[in-house]
């Protein structure tokens, strides 16, 4: 099955502590992105990458950082620089072009205490 | 000014009754709209995005799309409970750089149809 694949489900981690949630895709997409959703809120856009080893700042990137080695995966780490890390994290994925029909993964719950 | 707007809701109907979501955007340039449907605590599910000015069906669901009034909704006949949720309207903006283009998502409305 084709799919976008996110981990952990859940993450509970300490206030200054870096923490990297996982994001896999066999869509075989070129590209992907990493937002946030707090409760009441759309999703705004943190990163984006169009292809591998490139990858863009989105609205609001500060506290976050992400890599691209491979097509299938786009990791995103937040650091401790981030002041609001407690949110839902969602991964997506969509072909290059086209009109950016996103899919999206199951999501990350990271609740930062 | 929000760049996609939508009431917050709760929208509230019998089922059966006909839901009409409505969702305003301010960049003329978009091109593509997008509606997704947010079960709570799960992730956005596409159902629907349209590009062309009319209407677009898709079983029971019409997206409408007026450019000129930057106006895009989204209607669901036939309600079922089933479809309580959130729904979301995304629009595509395109960016000048590289080629890349990025959704805008507005809040959603929450959907509650009632037996």
Known sequence: ?113 | QKEVEQNSGPLSVPEGAIASLNCTYSDRGSQSFFWYRQYSGKSPELIMFIYSNGDKEDGRFTAQLNKASQYVSLLIRDSQPSDSATYLCAVNIPLFSGGYNKLIFGAGTRLAVHP
């Open chain 1, 1 to 113: 099955d084709g799919g976008i694949t996110q981990s952990p489900k859940y993450l509970f981690r300490k206030e200054g502590q870096n923490v990297t949630l996982s994001c896999e895709q066999n869509l075989n997409h070129d590209a992907m992105y990493w937002y946030r959703q707090d409760p009441g809120q759309g999703l705004r856009l943190i990163y984006y990458s169009q292809i591998v080893n490139d990858f863009q700042k989105g609205d609001i990137a500060e506290g976050y950082s992400v890599s691209r080695e491979k097509k299938e995966s786009f990791p995103l780490t937040v650091t401790s620089a981030q002041k609001n890390p407690t949110a839902f994290y969602l991964c997506a994925s969509s072909i290059a072009g086209g009109f950016n029909e996103q899919y999206f993964g199951p999501g990350t719950r990271l609740t930062v205490t």
